[in-house]
């Protein structure tokens, strides 16, 4: 049964930091690209991050370069985002996604983990 379990949201101040995980169980990992997407409320759900299934190569939106950081660790099967000088418009629900090498598609999704950057 494939899982994505994403962790290490909640609420912080403006400027502040937070690092979320993604644990993936089910399928092989490191094989997979893998995506950090976010949603805000009332808004279309777009992509933040990505990195390859090495860890060689990333990408991030406009929005959050300079940072956000993704990282992943094959060997523990999870994917991270480090989130730093956090804004409000950084507020939203976080998912990770999983990006088929087989069928150019992003196949699975965690449940998501609110993250709320407030005064």
């Known amino acids: 049964q494939v899982q994505l379990v994403e962790s290490g949201g909640g609420l912080v101040q403006p400027g502040g930091s937070l690092r979320l995980s993604c644990a993936a169980s089910?399928?092989?990992?490191?094989?997979?690209?893998m995506s950090w997407f976010r949603q805000a409320p009332g808004k279309e759900r777009e992509l933040a991050a990505l990195?390859?299934?090495?860890?060689?190569?990333?990408n991030y939106a406009d929005s959050v370069k300079g940072r956000f950081t993704i990282s992943r660790d094959n060997a523990k099967n999870t994917v991270y985002l480090q989130m730093n000088s956090l804004k409000p418009e950084d507020t939203a629900v976080y998912f990770c996604?999983?990006?088929?090498?087989?069928?150019?598609?992003?196949?699975?999704w965690g449940q998501g983990t609110q993250v709320t950057v407030s005064s």
């Open positions: 996604s999983a990006y088929s090498p087989f069928t150019k598609r992003y196949v699975y």
């Open positions: 089910g399928f092989t990992f490191s094989r997979y690209s």
């Open positions: 990195i390859s299934d090495t860890g060689r190569t990333t």
